[in-house]
């Protein structure tokens, strides 16, 4: 059975920085297309960022050029660099997979495979 295991959430101040990692168990080849998504309180989850297996990387608008989505083949991990902090990203953060996807779309019913999330909250 398939398993994600997100890591690195906390809580930061304005600006800061954060790496979230989503681990990858329980399958012997890499998912197609692993994919960050997040959900605020009251909200419904968005996608972040995704990325395949041909180094195709997708960003929402509200993280271009702050969010860098990376992906670790050796260690079937998948990792979330986030820079420049607001606290409109506060919210929690899970990590989907799709083993057989042509490219990282981020739309939440393109993925069957999910991880419990873990929480980032940046404050003032």
């Known amino acids: 059975q398939v398993q994600l295991t997100e890591s690195g959430g906390g809580s930061v101040q304005v600006g800061g920085s954060l790496t979230l990692s989503c681990a990858q168990s329980g399958y012997p080849y890499a998912s197609a297309c692993m994919t960050w998504f997040r959900q605020a309180p009251g909200k419904e989850r968005e996608g972040v960022a995704g990325?395949?297996?041909?180094?195709?990387?997708n960003y929402a608008n509200f993280v271009k050029g702050r969010f860098t989505i990376s992906r670790d083949h050796a260690k079937n991990t998948l990792y979330l660099q986030m820079d420049s902090l607001k606290p409109e990203d506060t919210a929690t953060y899970s990590c989907?997979?799709?083993?057989?996807?042509?490219?990282?779309?981020?739309?939440?019913?393109?993925?069957?495979?999910w991880g419990q999330g873990t929480q980032v909250t940046v404050s003032t």
């Open positions: 989907a997979a799709e083993p057989g996807c042509r490219y990282p779309i981020l739309d939440e019913s393109e993925y069957t495979i």
């Open positions: 990325l395949d297996m041909d180094s195709n990387v």
